[in-house]
């Protein structure tokens, strides 16, 4: 199960678990999958964990910018 990893690639996002959020000194102020990841994605790599995401559809959102980056990075755009 990759899910956990692959979804924020794409834009999605969900609240943080208090054990992660204080795994180290670092991440004392992510609230989000997408906070983590901007410090440390390998972290989230090794010891995340499944749950609920979401897409944030508004027009401006971080969300879709993640999206659209990762669209060009693989040529699909």
Known sequence: ?????FWP??????PLEPYE???????ADCDTVQDLLAIDERWWRDNGTQRWMEFDLAADSPAWGKLLDYLREK???
Do not use: H, T, V
Request: glycine content about 14%; charged content about 25%.
């Open 1 to 5: 199960m990759i899910g956990y990893f």
């Open 9 to 14: 690639k794409l834009g999605f996002d969900a």
């Open 21 to 27: 959020s204080g795994a180290r000194p670092e991440f």
């Open 75 to 77: 040529e699909l755009i």
